[in-house]
């Protein structure tokens, strides 16, 4: 019932800023920060970091939130399904059916009305919030399309954020509004929606609710006063809002509140819709049963707020539950009949004009870029066939599952028993409610678009129809259900990622909404056959009319199959991200790097990463997975026109395949390929660069590196080049101050964007050491590029307690031996979140990642990292985020951060 959510994110922000802060973070840290990141850790004790990692490793112990919602979501269901069933115990369906068949039209024409007035009220919620976000820029007409369509299939579906945001964002984008204003035109329904749903709590209080048991909490002064401290506050909002025009600013993001009299009207509108709403269920209740209407609302405010925190979709039995208990009617078929009424109107009827006005309005916006009328059918309407279909899936499913747990009709199995052994018909029951229970399954890959999944769908729709006929003659389900079956058949283009079966397999997510189907499908049955006497000898009856025993043993099946593909989902789920061994590097990405003018991509030699080569052998490109994208490390190597043909190739490999394509630490001159690809482009850094031409210690801002140098050879500490002939030799001392260093730090290895310690991957290098009494005590491993023009460092690590200076001396040698070799440039690594815009009018992202940049050296040394390298005059070069914009902007943050660190929550480990 709620009627918010956050839309998709614009290019460069994000919608909401809590979560931006985290993202951003999560993307920080690890990046490559280069040879001078160890400087920044010098004033963290051992103890610390050994506290610090301690409680790292206890938080990465933590369920994962993404699995406990669910969960939590789920069991809020259950309890609910078992209230009813407790309450209902009297209730047959036959009763029910019979009061449904006895309700007029007449009855059910004041819900009709009532409703559409509540969705008028809510589509005003969208009005009023596109005047104050984006005054003059979307015709009211359209925000209240918008407000419509999109409460019409968040109201239904439920996952308000990740189903009404993504709707309005569609629409709002026809008129030019950026996702980042969709996001706050939604911030401000939701505070209409709270706004009018405290109204009506507040002067339904002062009404003095009484009469119902359930929410005789109060006296009834204590009623009204509740009620007038409530009027009071929202009176103290708005003459506060009367004295000028407000924002709240939250970590850098503006958030714009109404003033005082559009305030009010959002406040009555508000009201409006949830009185009206309860309007459409109060008039169908029977007149014995309702109460007066101010305490109804308080009740049905209550079932809105169940409904709330279960996040089951549109509350669905949640509500009901609330609404049987409140009223103590769970004995009453009519009230029952009464709230089924409210569904179909309220949910179900909204949801289909939504999905018809979604789909003409999508064949309006392409018009005129389709040539034919069948062009144009097939072209515009294949875009929003999956998930439309993904839904008539799952809906066909529930209704065979429905079906098999309900009586079939006498006559058709009498006539259907003439001509039809009773094993076919029992098997046929049973394997109705196994495909009923597979289409939920593979729903979701429909909507992911995957191939497998309209060829397994088709298969299963049309089985499920042969079976509803020889089950008991449901020849209407069998039509509906061959129907959706020819939707699939006609639009197979639609359907083009690859993926097999594993590519079903449920997330936590989906997992809770099986549970919440069987349930509710077993809630049904229970009720079905309320009056059938339970006997263990019912398991084995085998009988034309034994609907009962064929529902126990379908409901025993259907936990067994849904256990299965719960444990295999579990079982199986893909890891995050888990570093792969060596992968050999093919001798065509070696031929490109022998020429490359830049040394990050010798990251291509780490081995833990795939590549795809252009035709013609002069470029490649290197990524690896993790979660749901595809993750590139930098721009294509080689030859600039092969490079920019492999990056569609690679966005179009990742679209077959139903992931994201990600383009991570990217420079500037590939980024017009990028936003042809309209990716969201965010600014992650920078990338320092001495010119080695010029360099010298001479002067006085080189005085602490000429220091450096000279206490450590006074210490003893020798400068030396192991070539890579030799490094293999060298491996057993390198590995001891390899782990040692990692020791002192209580950290671990990361990878894909560094490197890490590996015999193989060291070997591919020369490296660069300091030396005390023949023995290493410090290493960096140099990266080459193949014209000379670069040098760098990857790992730079040391043996703790030798001395202060030593990585400073270090550095010092490093930036005179490459000048003495001859190249231009000596690589510094990157500065993350260096050169974000700080201004008001920057993006979201921009400003938050500038409040991290300064307020996070608890954590991480932002601001010293980049100090240390400025201290050489570098010339910086901005570093960027390539990938799709939105709601997706965040999980692909979180994925690049697993991909590096291995899991998000190492992102706090220094």
């Not at 909404?513 to 085998?542: C, K, M």
């Amino acid at each position: 019932m709620m009627r918010s959510g956050r839309g998709p994110i614009r290019q460069g922000e994000t919608g909401t800023p809590v979560l931006a802060f985290a993202t951003i973070w999560a993307l920080a840290t690890p990046a490559r920060q280069g040879p001078a990141a160890d400087m920044t850790d010098t004033d963290t004790s051992p103890e610390e970091r050994q506290v610090g990692g301690a409680l790292a490793r206890a938080i990465d112990r933590i369920v994962e939130p993404r699995v406990l919602g669910p969960i939590v979501g789920a069991a809020a269901v259950a309890i609910a399904l078992f209230v009813i069933h407790e309450i209902s115990g009297k209730v047959h369906l036959h009763q029910i059916e019979a009061a449904l068949a006895d309700t007029s039209f007449k009855t059910v024409a004041p819900t009709l009305a009532f409703t559409f007035v509540s969705f008028v009220a809510m589509a005003c919620y969208d009005v009023m919030a596109v005047r104050r976000v984006a005054p003059g820029k979307v015709p009211a007409r359209l925000a209240l399309f918008a407000g419509f369509v999109g409460y019409g299939f968040s109201n239904a579906i439920g996952f308000h954020v990740f189903v009404g945001g993504p709707v309005r964002y569609r629409i709002y984008q026809s008129a030019g509004v950026d996702a980042a204003d969709v996001g706050r035109i939604v911030g401000i329904s939701f505070l209409t929606f709270w706004g009018g749903l405290s109204t009506i709590v507040g002067l339904a209080l002062l009404f003095d609710p009484v009469g119902l048991p359930a929410l005789a909490v109060l006296t009834p002064a204590g009623d009204r006063i509740l009620g007038g401290a409530i009027m009071a506050g929202l009176a103290a909002v708005v003459v506060w809002l009367s004295r000028g025009n407000h924002q709240v600013s939250i970590l850098g993001w503006d958030f714009p509140l109404p003033s005082a009299g559009s305030a009010l009207a959002q406040i009555v509108i508000g009201a409006i819709d949830i009185g009206a709403a309860a309007a459409a269920l109060y008039v169908l209740l029977p007149a014995d049963i309702a109460p007066g209407y101010a305490v109804f609302l308080i009740l049905f405010v209550a079932a809105i707020i169940a409904s709330l925190v279960s996040h089951a979709p549109g509350g669905l039995g949640v509500l009901e539950a609330t609404i049987l208990l409140g009223l103590g009617a769970g004995t009453r078929p009519d009230v029952v009949a009464a709230l089924v009424l409210f569904r179909l109107v309220y949910y179900l009827l909204p949801l289909l004009l939504a999905a018809s006005a979604l789909l003409a309005f999508e064949i309006y916006r392409v018009r005129s870029t389709v040539s034919t009328v069948a062009g144009r059918t097939l072209a515009v309407t294949r875009h929003v066939v999956p998930p439309i279909t993904a839904t008539l899936a799952f809906a066909g499913g529930m209704v065979l599952l429905l079906s098999g747990n309900t009586p079939a009709a006498v006559e058709r199995t009498d006539w259907l028993s003439d001509i039809l052994p009773l094993p076919f018909a029992e098997a046929s029951h049973l394997l109705a409610s196994i495909t009923g229970l597979l289409l939920v399954v593979i729903a979701r890959g429909l909507y992911r678009r995957i191939a497998f999944a309209r060829i397994a769908a088709i298969a299963l729709l049309l089985s499920g129809a042969a079976f509803s006929l020889l089950k008991g003659l449901d020849w209407e389900e069998a039509v509906v259900l061959i129907a959706v079956a020819l939707v699939l058949l006609v639009y197979r283009r639609a359907f083009y990622r690859r993926g097999d079966w594993r590519s079903f397999r449920p997330d936590p997510t989906w997992i809770g909404l099986i549970a919440i189907v069987i349930i509710a499908a077993t809630l049904v049955g229970l009720l079905a056959y309320r009056h059938v006497e339970y006997q263990s000898d019912l398991w084995w009856q085998f009988a034309w009319d034994g609907d009962a025993p064929r529902f126990l043993r379908a409901t025993l099946a259907l936990a067994m199959v849904a256990a299965t593909i719960a444990a295999d989902a579990i079982i199986n789920r893909p890891g995050q991200a888990k570093r792969a061994g060596p992968e050999p590097v093919p001798e065509a990405v070696r031929h490109v790097l022998e020429t490359s003018s830049d040394t990050q991509s010798c990251l291509a030699l780490l081995g833990d990463k795939t590549f795809m080569v252009s035709t013609s052998g002069r470029a490649f490109l290197m990524y690896a997975v993790s979660g749901r994208s595809w993750i590139t490390m930098g721009d294509p190597v080689g030859d600039p026109k092969a490079a920019r043909a492999l990056i569609w190739r690679f966005a179009e490999a990742a679209d077959h395949a139903g992931v994201r394509a990600v383009f991570y630490a990217v420079q500037p001159e590939f980024l017009p390929a990028y936003l042809d690809m309209n990716l969201a482009i965010l600014k992650i850094g920078e990338v320092a660069r001495v010119e080695l031409t010029g360099f010298c210690l001479e002067g006085a801002v080189r005085q602490p590196l000429r220091y450096a140098i000279g206490k450590a050879t006074r210490e003893g500490l020798a400068f030396s080049v192991i070539p890579k002939a030799e490094v293999p030799d060298a491996l057993p001392q390198l590995r001891a101050v390899s782990d040692a260093w990692l020791k002192s730090k209580n950290g671990h290895e990361k990878g894909f964007s560094l490197g890490y310690f590996d015999d193989a991957y060291m070997s591919e290098f020369d490296c660069a050491v300091l030396s005390r009494d023949g023995e290493i005590v410090a290493f960096a491993n140099l990266w080459r590029s193949g014209d000379r023009d670069e040098c760098s460092i990857d790992l730079m690590r040391y043996r703790p307690g030798v001395s202060k200076v030593m990585m400073e001396a270090l550095f010092a040698h490093l930036l005179l031996y490459g000048k003495a070799e001859g190249y231009r440039w000596f690589n510094l690594g990157a500065a993350p979140l260096a050169g974000l815009a700080d201004h008001p009018l920057a993006s979201t992202w921009s400003r938050v990642g500038t409040f991290i940049y300064r307020a996070g050296d608890e954590f991480y040394n932002f601001e010293g990292l980049r100090a240390f390298k400025q201290k050489f005059d570098p010339v910086w070069t901005p570093q960027y985020l390539a990938c799709p914009g939105g709601l997706a902007m965040a999980q692909v943050l979180l994925d690049v951060t697993t991909l590096i660190s291995g899991s998000p929550i190492r992102i706090f480990k220094r």
